[in-house]
């Protein structure tokens, strides 16, 4: 016999699982500094990549330039140019990384804390059909002897 | 009106039924024209152009994720450029690249609206976008809005610099040139500023005006977005060369604020109308579940409003406490365990008062209807006299008989009346009914939330 509450708690799991469980089961392994810490690490990277190719591009654009001046460019004054807009962009970044990340795994945190109460639900009702069960066997066997 | 719900109710219908196919079919339409109008725009490769081999890879990107079919538009648009520069087609692929790196990964749900942005825009017909994303997104819609608007522009760019391949094999050596005037073109270009302005301006418009706690937030938000667009078009169009005839612009807008109001009509029924099919098991058996979400389509209301020839306050107030009595009745009797979580207002504790003491004084006096007595004429006078002078010696007992004379508060009827007993399962908070198990108030909790 189909334990109607057991069907739908373990319905509305798996509907959970399917949609934003995946990614939250990913985030609860980590503890909330480790998460964010990860995360804003991702996004210099990202960051750091990007930036890159941008220069790339801005380089090739003034290739002719810089091949014509190549000799009366202050290269110190241009790499600190550079070095100054990257720590600047990886800074905003970073403060809005954390941001970010803190606020996806409160909400994340939230959820889950749902999802194991419905799990411990689903785990009494189990135990109380496997008593259920005992208790017939029992029964059963005190008939039979 | 009817008439508009029943087609609602019908549709709705059938998108539950055939949710999983209506949805594969928006999405390859969607991809279909997205790899059409790129061949069509950078189509260098006509083995890549043909219809066949867009409608293949259009029915194959409609199964993908939306961050992956924004990838396979992105690889399609590199490999068509890579006919005809590897330095263009890279330097496209790097401005994606660092689109997705500083912007589109912050939002991976929202690859969808990338791609329809620009093939919008293609059509003519970009005012949807902003509109579109402002009702159903969030603030982060600006994103992969503007995301889109570049995307149309470098790839305008690239067909305004590269017309043929035969061109571009004969400016063989001009690649550099080729480069930095695609580059001019999309940069210096202050139709994409205005543009992406004007949308970041209207989904920040509409996001805030729809979250505000008023009557018809939704359709009120979408008027003054639309009327934020069209400002923001004709400003732009002042100041600098747009390409848009400005009676085509409003059209246009009132047309797109048309199907965003027919969405909207659509969006909070089909919203959470999506059958979800799972399957799990357990240690007796395999489910294969198919949830079909409950819809509750809200029949009207038929309100019956009393036209009385004279109204008094008190009767307002009687009819409002009846209400609240109702319902404190009709929760308690649906076994709700806290009918009494809210402290009893003074109204409803007379209202329930009154329900129940009526009934026991209309029995009572059936049954002492013969010892009614009725006094008429001067006798009633004094009667009265006799009544008020025991009741003044009553109190006279009670008035301390030395020191100074203590002042008596007028007692009110309705204060007699708050005084009374009042039914202990009303009044005490301690005679609730049982505290509920443990798991049974988390149920609660959860309901609540």
């Known amino acids: ?145 | 009106m009817m008439f508009v719900f029943e087609i609602r109710a019908k549709l709705t219908e059938i998108y539950q039924k055939y949710d999983f196919i209506i949805k594969t079919v928006l999405k390859f339409l969607l991809m279909f024209f997205a790899f059409s109008k790129i061949s069509k725009v950078v189509g260098y490769n006509t083995s890549l152009s043909a219809k066949v081999l867009i409608i293949a890879l259009s029915a194959f990107s409609a199964f993908l994720p939306p961050s992956l079919m924004v990838f396979a538009a992105v690889v399609y648009v590199f490999l068509q450029i890579l006919t005809a520069s590897v330095l263009i087609a890279v330097t496209v692929m790097m401005i994606f690249l660092v689109l997705y790196l500083f912007f589109l990964r912050f939002t991976p749900k929202e690859g969808l609206a990338v791609i329809a942005t620009p093939v919008l825009m293609s059509f003519g017909f970009p005012y949807l976008v902003p509109l579109f994303l402002g009702m159903f997104g969030s603030v982060l819609s600006v994103v992969p809005a503007a995301c889109g608007v570049v995307a149309f522009y470098i790839l305008r760019a690239v067909r305004n610099n590269i017309i043929t391949i035969d061109e571009i094999k004969a400016l063989k050596d001009q690649a550099l040139q080729i480069y930095m005037d695609i580059l001019d073109d999309f940069l210096k270009n202050p139709q994409m500023y205005v543009v992406m302005a004007v949308f970041a301006v209207v989904i920040i418009v509409i996001v805030l005006v729809r979250s505000l706690q008023m009557d018809y937030a939704f359709e009120i938000s979408l008027g003054v977005g639309t009327g934020v667009m069209i400002l923001g078009y004709i400003i732009g169009s002042l100041k600098y060369e747009m390409d848009f005839a400005i009676g085509a612009m409003l059209i246009g807008s009132l047309f797109s604020m048309g199907i965003v109001f027919v969405c909207l009509f659509f969006y909070r029924v089909l919203n959470y109308s999506a059958v979800e099919r799972v399957q799990f098991e357990d240690e007796r058996y395999y489910y294969y579940v198919t949830a079909v979400p409950k819809i509750t389509t809200g029949t009207p209301k038929k309100a019956i409003r009393k036209i009385l020839a004279e109204r008094r306050e008190e009767d307002d107030n009687a009819e409002e406490g009846e209400e609240e009595a109702i319902e404190a009745m009709e929760s308690m009797l649906a076994g709700n365990k806290s009918p009494y979580k809210k402290p009893l207002s003074a109204s409803l504790a007379k209202r329930l008062r009154k329900d129940v003491a009526p009934k026991q004084e209309d029995y009572a006096d059936e049954d002492d209807e013969d010892d009614e007595v009725v006094i008429k004429g001067p006798k009633a006078e004094q009667a009265g006299l006799a009544f008020l002078k025991t009741g003044f010696d009553k109190l006279k007992a009670f008035l301390p008989k030395k020191g100074k004379p203590t002042r008596t508060r007028r007692v009110t009827d309705e204060e007699e009346e708050d005084d009374e007993a009042v039914p202990s399962y009303f009044a005490e908070p301690s005679e609730e009914p049982d505290e509920p198990e443990e798991s049974d108030k988390r149920d609660e909790d959860e309901d609540y939330e």
């Not at chain 1, 509450?5 to 934003?20: F, G, N, P, S, V």
């Not at chain 1, 749902?114 to 005190?142: D, F, P, T």
């Open chain 1, 1 to 145: 016999m189909i334990n109607t509450k057991k069907a739908r708690l373990m319905t509305q799991c798996a509907i959970y699982e399917k949609h934003d469980g995946t990614d939250d089961l990913k985030i609860a392994k980590f503890f909330r500094a480790d998460y964010i810490r990860l995360e804003v690490l991702k996004t210099i990277i990202g960051i750091t990549v990007g930036y890159l190719f941008l220069l790339i591009m801005i380089i090739i654009y003034y290739l002719e330039f810089l091949i014509k001046n190549a000799l009366q460019l202050n290269y110190k004054m241009l790499f600190m140019r550079a070095l100054a807009y990257y720590i600047l962009l990886i800074a905003a970044y970073v403060v809005f990384a954390v941001g970010r990340y803190s606020y996806l795994y409160m909400k994340s945190h939230k959820r889950l804390g749902r999802y194991y109460r419905m799990l411990g639900k689903i785990k009494k009702i189990a135990e109380e059909q496997e008593y259920e069960k005992e208790l017939e066997e029992e029964n059963w066997e005190e008939m039979q002897s």
